[in-house]
């Protein structure tokens, strides 16, 4: 473990104000604890940012699926009822998107960023840190793109553990400029109302796109010979290539769509997501790409209603870089060789803007026990979503260490078999009410930790 000749105990560092960076300071806040928040914008962006406020989604504005009988949705609704920072600047942003809860992403950063500067036990400090702080306890929030001084500095801390994955984002067009004579409005089998735009396509229509896919000029990755991609953000050109109809099975498939102007499901159909409140702004829904510019308009520009389509944004592709944490974490994602520092966010290995949000949640937690010098009377284990993912990136027996989003298969199982029709639903009902259960009691033990220190 390393050593340090003194220690800070007036404030906790929290370094970078992405998603995990700003829960992370807030909960830490609420603790009474003062905070010291590094945040590098407007000094200098990363190549995947676009504005200087906190917590920009810089891919979809999608936060995934809402219901409680899905993982995502059960990580959302555990991290609400304990007073998530994020969660609340999502409902307070939320765009209509069928059976997912999406956001207007500028009032989503707008509404985070006011919390935070509004905040008087946070100070935001803006200045690019190169170097992990060894003052006071630190959390490091700095994400996936992480570089220079400072990513080196991290490789020294955690013995060059490092790993990547490419990451894209998808274009978004102009409302008015998608060709509604083509296009129609409507929800997957009418869920949520008509959110969506889709373009139909025949199958005349959708091998001419993909022939023109398959065969368009991307942009170059630098500094990697092979690509490597997270399976959930896979590049549209990169999923064609795996076969004619897989597209269809896909981002591009039909099921559930009736085009009005045939009454029949088409041959394969992209949706268009609302990406703000005014409705004015569209993306392309799992049409990550790293195609070059001029090659996206051509291509995209084939599918039915975007022939004119006018692009606010590109789609673009860039490098995430994550730590081999089941090597170097801890389950509260602490250093093991030093304790004093956490990491959170998607450089740990957690994949997904709500699962960033819950790793900065939980080593807020931890964090703030350090803090006090006390030992956690409770820790939050693999009964819930946001426990079983920390369980996850610090698993020492994990071999082949991926990116993993929120799912059902790495919270702990029930003892009890589900038999018949509903099983699989009846199953992940039981998961949830179990995991609520087991929140209630993670919020009554919050609580009486901020009563103990006055707060």
Partial sequence: ?????????????????????????????????????????????????????????????????ASTENAIGLLKEELHRMGSLIMEAAYA??????????????????????KIESCENIEVIHEEIKKVPDDAITIVCTGPLTDGELYEDILRLTGGSDLHFFDAAAPIVSK??????KAFAASRYGKGGDDYINCPMNKEEYLRFYNELVNAEQADVKGFDKEIVFEGCMPIESMAKRGEDT???????????????????????????????????????????????????????LIPGLENAEYLRMGVMHRNTYLRSPQVLNSDYSLREDPDIFFAGQITGVEGYIESTGSGFLAAFYAAHRFFGIEPEMRFDGETVIGSMAQYVSDPSIKKFVPMNANFGIIDPLN???????????????????????????????DSVRRRYNV
């Fill in 247 to 301: 597209m269809r099975f896909g981002p591009l498939k039909p099921v559930g769509l009736i085009d009005p102007k045939t009454g029949k499901e088409p041959y394969a159909c992209l949706q268009l997501r609302q990406d703000n409140r005014a409705k004015s702004m569209y993306n392309l829904v799992g049409f990550q790409t790293r195609l070059k510019f001029g090659e996206q308009k051509r291509v995209f520009g």
């Fill in 93 to 114: 942003s939320q765009v209509p998107a069928g059976g997912a809860l999406a956001v207007d992403r500028d009032e989503f950063s707008s509404y985070i960023t006011e």
């Fill in 176 to 181: 008015d400029s998608i060709d509604m004579t």
């Fill in 416 to 446: 009890i078999k589900f038999r018949g029709k509903t099983a699989k639903k009846d199953k992940c009902v039981a998961l949830s009410e179990r995991s609520l259960n087991k929140i209630g009691l993670y919020c009554d033990y919050i």
């Fill in 1 to 65: 473990m390393q050593k340090r000749a003194s220690l800070n105990r007036e404030y906790i560092n929290v370094i970078g104000a992405g998603l995990a960076g700003c829960e992370a300071a807030y909960l830490l806040a609420s603790f009474g604890i003062r905070v010291r928040l590094y945040e590098m914008k407007p000094v200098r962006r990363s190549d995947a940012h676009h504005k200087d406020s906190y917590a920009e989604l810089v891919c979809s504005n999608s936060l995934r699926a």
